[in-house]
């Protein structure tokens, strides 16, 4: 479907739609203006999108017999490219998703053809690298990041790659290198072969900071490397990094069964919330340091923003369904509202502001190819952009954006917004729960919100703050759990049982106390904490049920479903998804059958 930002829906003649091209974008008409040549090979083939099969069939139709060659073909192929693909976006014979698929085909065609040839010639001096253990032959493993990973790549974007080979060993021909030796000079000359400023230009910058420890890593790494790298050292943000990682070249199987484990957690991971929080605060933190206000990737109401609400839904619980193991955000979205995590109305807002900022980013890059997401200062390029967004002047321009922005800020508020504690950490209760208080002072305090037996309450929370597994807990669990504990006190107060009501909840705090990712689910939710609360107070066996089952917290969070009468042909379906999505894992599907169990008598 044709956005807003197209031109009306009956598209104008070849010739109105290339003059409105070399209007809208100065980098078409230099393009054209410097090789005449360009014109009639556009204008065969605006009518139709451009395929990666016809990507393949142009290079593969030239000689190419050096790397001076396969730099120049793979150059002009872009930049019949880019005429033809800004021609039919600003044109209105494309729309969004046919723009960032064929972008991402021209980076997967070129880096496999480049890669080929690379690969062909070298083998000649040093014959084919071998595994050492499987005495297979080794090929190159290149995984595309970012939006390339998501086959949702810009029109003047970088590349984010990583490189990777499966096994340690040595090639076999009359000049022998390492495996890690003939990858690493192979992959050199690919970043040379696609990212090189030659006189033609180039096809796309490449960027491989995001590969183990960045610039300061190899710059390509053996699985089993990769493994232990990502298995003990592998930070957060790496993790929503590889949500979109994925293997555009060389064998793809055992590299995402590696990595799936680090991505996607075997339970609910609701930490992810505070870890891609913490992330978001440092890109804003860049943001205000180098006024990037104007930038409608990074800043307030971006495109990254939307990203980070699709993605932290994948982290949070990719692990246990997998269907969220996807990568195009227009597709995790729609599933978010299949699944009821998102109302389907925020959906449709998020989608609407990621199609409308994406376009703008596009109408942004085609003015000088330049990878930009800031906003123009200049009267004429404003009035080109408002103009591509199909809008007459700037100012009506700007009060969609604006519109469009401030949805997503409120819907990013809504899911990230820290909660913080109703108590603070100076507060009477949080001053009794941290062993400052004397006993005779924390009795009184406690008697005072209502425990009936102060004396036995207050025994349990030493035992608690003095026991073992308190003690053992990382620090930022720790962290959680102090937070949480003043909240737990006051809520505990409230009912007639107010002591059997806290040792449900402490018995219950310590059986989760060692697993981060349910502390986090209680912290980031308050109302869950309510929920639990009312629940252990009005019966022992609901109590002791969570305390067993812990996993069952997850339930709280939508008490639509928790109180509704069962669904039996719905629940009969969503079953048979989550088996259907794990065929082959008898053991998974044997987890997930006794967790479906377990919630329906929970619920």
Known sequence: MITSSAVPATPPDDGAIVARACDLSPFFRRALDADAALLPELLSGLRRPFTAEEMRAMLDGVE????????????????????????????????????TAACSDLAEVTVNFALERLHGWQRQVYGMPVGQGSGASQRLIVVGMGKLGGRELNASSDIDLIFAYEEDGETDG???????????????????????????GFVFRVDMRLRPYGDSGPLVGSLAMLEEYYQYQGREWERYAWIKGRVIA???RELHALLRPFVYRKYLDYGALGSMR???????????????????????????????????????????D??????????????????????????????AAYVFLRNLEHRLQYLYDAQTQ??????????????????????????????????????????????????????????LWQGTMDDAEAEQLLARHGYAEAGASLGRLRALHGGGRYRQMSEASRARFDALMPQVLRLAAGY?????????????????????????????????????????????????????????????????????????????????RLLVDNAGDIERQMDLMRHFKHAQVFR
């Not at 996807?326 to 995790?332: E, G, L, S």
């Not at 299949?338 to 989608?351: I, M, N, R, S």
């Open 64 to 99: 190419i017999a050096d790397e001076a060659a396969l730099k120049k073909s793979l150059r002009r192929l872009r930049r019949l490219f880019m005429l033809r693909l800004i021609a039919r976006d600003l044109g209105g014979l494309a729309d969004l998703d046919e723009v």
């Open 174 to 200: 009359p000049r022998q290198v390492s495996n890690h030796e003939y990858f690493a000079i192979l992959a050199k000359k690919l970043i040379a072969a696609i990212g090189e400023v030659t006189e033609d």
């Open 250 to 252: 060389g064998p793809a």
């Open 278 to 320: 913490e992330l978001k605060a440092q890109i804003m933190r860049e943001v205000h340091r180098r006024e990037l206000h104007d930038n409608i990737k990074l800043g307030p109401g971006g495109i990254r923003e939307i990203e980070f609400i699709a993605q932290v839904f994948q982290l949070i619980r990719g692990g246990s």
């Open 322 to 351: 997998r269907a969220l193991q996807i990568r195009p955000t227009r597709q995790v979205l729609a599933l978010l509202a299949g699944q009821t995590l998102l109302p389907a109305a925020t959906v449709a807002a998020l989608d």
């Open 374 to 431: 800031m906003l123009p200062g200049g009267e004429e390029d404003r009035r080109r952009v408002a103009q591509a967004m199909g809008h007459a002047d700037w100012q009506v321009f700007m009060a969609e954006l604006q519109r469009h922005r401030d949805q997503v800020e409120r819907q990013f508020v809504g899911v990230f917004s820290l909660q913080e504690a109703d108590q603070p950490q100076s507060s009477p209760l949080a001053l």
């Open 496 to 576: 007639d049982n107010a002591d059997a009501t806290l040792a449900r909840l402490l018995d219950l705090l310590e059986s989760i106390c060692r697993r981060a990712s349910y502390l986090a689910l209680l912290a980031e939710y308050p109302q869950s904490l309510d929920i639990v609360t009312r629940l252990v107070s009005a019966s022992p066996w609901l109590a002791q049920y969570l305390t067993r089952h812990p996993v069952l917290l997850d339930e709280l969070l939508d008490t639509r479903t928790l109180y509704a009468p069962p669904d039996f042909a719905a629940l009969r379906q969503e079953l048979e």
